[in-house]
């Protein structure tokens, strides 16, 4: 298409040589208008093929997948630029997260043509702002969401409902220079169609993070959930006294251990338990040792806690002892012994024992000795003041009444804590001197120890003495070899 027949298009749709002249207010707005929207049509004159007479949609403008092949690429420029505001207008949305400024007054200010705004204006114009400082109105999608028009025009299309604001009341409703008319041009379709996508885009967004939130609490469940089963079949191992972990614990083993045969039992019939071993990959099993460790750790905090609580405000007795486990390393086990008050059975109180754990010994002496029983009593959290009494065995480093343990707990942390020799230590020595001073029990002991000796070193004479009990009807026993 030539320039002449351009030129004539536009002066048919947008140019009235006919009309009366116009006042220097309306003459600068409507040139300010023209001008834009010839240029906006000059910009991609192929695409202009609508009739004055009917409403614009898009199709007829741009194609929907053209349209959308570029909202991408347009909102994100349009985004750039959201929190610019259009010359100096402050009244009026600053950026896209702001909605339109409609502010409905009870009356405008009115031009020297004794004309003004019309509140009524805004129904079905979603996109129409209205600037009381500036008394003029503005295009909301255009002033947001606008974006260059061609390739060659990096700058954004403005006109009056933009820059400076359409304030030309009288032809307001004019559907040659009005909102019609703006309605109409290619940057206000394309303005409005990167809006829309805009919405979509922050609404699947919503969509996504909810989406994903639900699914991050629904993860978090399940794996509490396989978290309470795991940490249940640790506790059955530890109640139990049996190990927890196996020689053989890859998948091709008959017997793997016996935390994770306990497991594999319960996975038959409870699909928790089934999900772990299904549905869980990599390192999120939470069966391995490290893992097994830390909720051991976990549950014994625990469990002290609830002995703490159950001391607390009561008098206690500490018990400790040191023995070397299989190992060779030295334990010092401790113990409290409290009276736990009860409701029922007539109000009558319980002596309880709790056993706190065992502390690594590295050193031997009173004074290193005396530290690991407060330091282990203090982060139990247990008040060494309410110790009323103390139980070791007669060694000197444990009974010292100078630089014993006793002594050494009673001076600076146990006042009132005094110091009673186990009765258990005290009897086994008796029982061993009398038994080697007094004739007849030492013949006794013997003759029971050959017989035991007897019986279980041949799988032979043990057999009989299975026969010889069932002869005389006596409750069936068997001996094991000491």
């Not at 909102?75 to 409609?102: F, L, M, W, Y």
Request: glycine share 4%.
């Amino acid at each position: 298409m030539d320039n002449g027949k351009r030129k004539t298009l536009d002066s048919f749709f947008f140019l009235s040589t006919q009309k009366k002249s116009k006042s220097p207010h309306e003459q600068s707005n409507d040139a300010d208008n023209e001008n834009a929207i010839t240029q906006s049509f000059d910009s991609h004159p192929s695409r202009v093929t609508f009739d004055i007479n009917e409403p614009v949609e898009t199709p007829s403008i741009m194609s929907s997948q053209n349209i959308n092949s570029e909202n991408q690429k347009n909102v994100q420029h349009a985004e750039k630029n959201n929190n610019k505001t259009i010359g100096d207008v402050v009244d009026v949305s600053i950026s896209c997260q702001d909605p339109p400024a409609q502010p409905k007054l009870s009356s405008y200010p009115k031009n020297h043509e004794n004309r003004s705004f019309v509140a009524k204006w805004y129904d079905g114009r979603p996109w129409l702002e209205y600037s009381i400082e500036k008394d003029g109105s503005y295009c909301y999608y255009c002033r947001h969401f606008g974006v260059p028009t061609s390739s060659s025009n990096k700058k954004t299309q403005t006109d009056g409902f933009i820059n400076n604001g359409f304030k030309n009341w009288k032809k307001a409703l004019d559907k040659s220079k009005g909102f019609d008319q703006h309605l109409k041009r290619y940057g206000h379709i394309l303005a409005a169609s990167n809006y829309a996508a805009y919405q979509q885009r922050e609404q699947s967004q919503s969509n996504v993070i909810h989406m994903l939130e639900n699914g991050r609490v629904e993860q978090i469940r399940r794996n509490r959930q396989r978290l309470m089963k795991i940490a249940s079949a640790l506790l059955l191992c530890a109640k139990q006294g049996i190990g927890i972990r196996g020689h053989d614990e890859r998948e091709i083993s008959q017997n793997r251990s016996n935390f994770l045969e306990i497991l594999q039992w319960a996975s038959s019939t409870d699909p928790i338990v089934k999900s772990i071993f299904e549905d869980n990959t990599g390192n999120s099993t939470y069966l391995s040792p490290r893992v097994q460790n830390e909720l051991i750790k976990i549950m014994a905090e625990h469990t002290k806690r609830q002995i703490t609580e159950s001391i607390k405000g009561n008098v206690f007795s500490l018990l400790a002892d040191e023995s070397r486990d299989t190992s060779g390393h030295e334990q010092l086990s401790i113990v409290v012994r409290v009276v736990v008050p009860i409701s029922t059975n007539g109000n009558k109180n319980v002596i309880q024992e709790y056993f706190l754990g065992l502390v690594r010994l590295h050193e031997f002496d009173a004074p290193t000795l005396s530290d690991e029983i407060a330091n282990c009593l203090i982060k139990c959290g247990i008040e060494l003041k309410s110790c009323i009494s103390q139980c070791y065995d007669g060694a000197s480093v444990m009974s010292g009444k100078c630089a014993g343990i006793q002594s050494i707990l009673r001076k600076n942390h146990m006042p009132n804590g005094i110091y009673i020799h186990c009765h258990a230590h005290k009897l086994n020595p008796v029982i061993v001197d009398v038994s080697k001073i007094v004739k007849y029990i030492n013949e006794f002991y013997q003759i029971v120890s050959k017989i035991h000796s007897y019986f279980t070193s041949s799988s032979v004479t043990n057999e009989y003495y299975q026969i010889a009990q069932q002869k005389l009807a006596l409750r069936r026993s068997f001996l094991e070899e000491l």
